[in-house]
Nanobody, 122 residues
Framework: QVQLVESGGGLVQAGGSLRLSCAAS????????MGWFRQAPGKEREFVAA????????YYAASVKGRFTISRDNANNTLYLQMNSLKPEDTAVYYC???????????????WGQGTQVTVSS
């Protein structure tokens, strides 16, 4: 079992930055591939970014590529999402997830956090 707790969400103006964190605990937490997903009001949850267990491989959704950076600190079992140049359309609940397969599909991820709200004002 892996437990995931997100933090760092909040309200920011368009063009601003936020850094999300996801603390992982449990057996072999650092050995899982991890990812960030988001769900805006009235929309389905969508992929944002993913990182392999070693941090050597990353994927990004086209909508965030060049603005967001995913990283991880395996020594401290923490996942990060640095979000720059934020836009109102980035407003959503952001979830971190852990799984056995590195990729952008939700079905690859077995463990999910409770989410953290990010609101970007125009």
């Amino acid at each position: 079992q892996v437990q995931l707790v997100e933090s760092g969400g909040g309200l920011v103006q368009a063009g601003g930055s936020l850094r999300l964190s996801c603390a992982a605990s449990g057996r072999s937490a650092s050995s899982y591939a991890m990812g960030w997903f988001r769900q805006a009001p009235g929309k389905e949850r969508e992929f944002v970014a993913a990182i392999s267990w070693s941090g050597g491989s990353t994927y990004y959704a086209a909508s965030v590529k060049g603005r967001f950076t995913i990283s991880r600190d395996n020594a401290n079992n923490t996942l990060y999402l640095q979000m720059n140049s934020l836009k109102p359309e980035d407003t959503a609940v952001y979830y971190c997830a852990a799984g056995s397969i590195h990729g952008n599909a939700q079905r690859f991820y077995n463990y999910w956090g409770q989410g953290t709200q990010v609101t970007v004002s125009s």
